[in-house]
């Protein structure tokens, strides 16, 4: 099936420091991907929409200036934390559409911890 | 997309089926039924989906009932491998993003 590679897998980094998570589709070309956030214990959250080529649509209440998210290629999307906190830490979660099918594909997530 | 409704936790003793249900009773003609399971600490893993007829796949078998406001999932042999939270969703086309509920949590047990 098709491969959505998500890196990193986790991440350790100092309170105010940001973090940038890659999101490839390795062998399909992807217009749309999307991410989620996941906090311990609770289910997927959709945070924004990633559109190659356009301004990414974010869910409510999710800052887009603090999560910056560019789809400069139908490959590759990238999801930005900036200046992180604490409660920034999460599970992060993209996926991606295969055009060949009705199947949305997921990376296998970053934990980020923000110390 | 419509709502979906499953129960929050099942058991089931490895070799035997799982047989997770879903209700979605305000499911729409054109809406699809997904199915993914999520493993602790990895991403979501797409299982099966159908529209209408009863789907098999490597995975699992899905059954949607005449009305299609419930389907259940079937793993035929369960193994420890399969414990995860299974998540059933309702919606449009894949050119959306799945919305997820509260899951199922499956236990395996020897």
């Known amino acids: 099936g098709a491969v959505v590679s998500q890196h990193p897998s986790w991440v350790i980094c100092k309170s105010g420091t940001s973090v940038k998570i890659e999101c490839r589709s390795l062998?399909?070309?992807?217009?749309?991907m999307f991410w989620y956030r996941q906090f311990p214990k609770q289910s997927l959250m959709l945070m924004a929409t990633s559109n190659e080529g356009s301004k990414a649509t974010y869910e409510q209440g999710v800052e887009k200036d603090k999560f910056l998210i560019n789809h400069a290629s139908l490959t590759l999307s990238t999801l930005t934390v900036t200046s992180a906190h604490p409660e920034d830490s999460s599970f992060y979660i993209c996926?991606?559409?295969?055009?060949?099918?009705?199947?949305?594909?997921f990376g296998s997530g970053t934990q980020l911890s923000v110390l | 997309d419509a709502k979906t409704t499953q129960p929050p936790s099942m058991d089931c003793a490895e070799g035997r089926a799982a047989n997770l249900p879903c209700n979605h009773s305000t499911i729409s003609g054109n809406e699809y039924v997904y199915w993914y399971r999520q493993i602790h600490s990895q991403g979501p893993q797409y299982i099966i989906h159908g529209l209408k007829n009863n789907e098999t796949n490597e995975m699992a078998s899905l059954i949607i009932t005449e009305d299609r406001k419930s389907s259940t999932l079937i793993l035929p042999h369960a193994t420890l491998r399969d414990t995860a939270v299974y998540y059933c969703i309702v919606k449009l086309d894949s050119g959306y993003a799945l919305n997820f509920g509260k899951g199922t949590s499956l236990l395996v047990t020897p």
């Open positions: 062998d399909f070309q992807a217009t749309t």
């Open positions: 996926s991606a559409r295969d055009p060949r099918g009705e199947k949305l594909f």
